[in-house]
Nanobody, 123 residues
Framework: QVQFVESGGGLVQPGGSLRLSCVAS????????MKWYRQAPGKQRELVAGITRGGSTKYLDSVKGRFTISRDNAKNTVYLQMNSLLFEDTAVYFC?????????????????WGQGTQVTVSS
């Protein structure tokens, strides 16, 4: 299984921006669906954004228009550009994947969970 290291989190004021990176231990070129999740304190982990091998993207409604997911297969890296951050975006952000073609937004991820990267939006 591919493992990931997430980075790029930090403390940011409301309205600010961060760019998260997720670097894989192996090639992601054949992985069908790469996804970013987040988990806020006391809440369940939720899916935030996903991108297929073909470049199709999907977002949680609350982040549409503010977050952008992208993937660079040559660098085995997935990014999450987060703009106009809100207090409610505070969470630990993780990446994971679905390897098989045809996996959907709700498909259970295939990989192990990494440590994640903490994003804190605070004034």
């Amino acid at each position: 299984q591919v493992q990931f290291v997430e980075s790029g989190g930090g403390l940011v004021q409301p309205g600010g921006s961060l760019r998260l990176s997720c670097v894989a231990s192996g090639s992601i070129g054949s992985i069908y669906f790469m996804k970013w999740y987040r988990q806020a304190p006391g809440k369940q982990r939720e899916l935030v954004a996903g991108i297929t091998r073909g470049g199709s993207t999907k977002y949680l409604d609350s982040v549409k228009g503010r977050f952008t997911i992208s993937r660079d297969n040559a660098k085995n890296t997935v990014y999450l550009q987060m703009n106009s951050l809100l207090f409610e975006d505070t969470a630990v952000y993780f990446c994971n994947y679905n390897s098989q073609y045809g996996s959907t937004w709700t498909s259970i991820p295939d990989g192990y969970w990494g440590q994640g990267t903490q994003v804190t939006v605070s004034s």
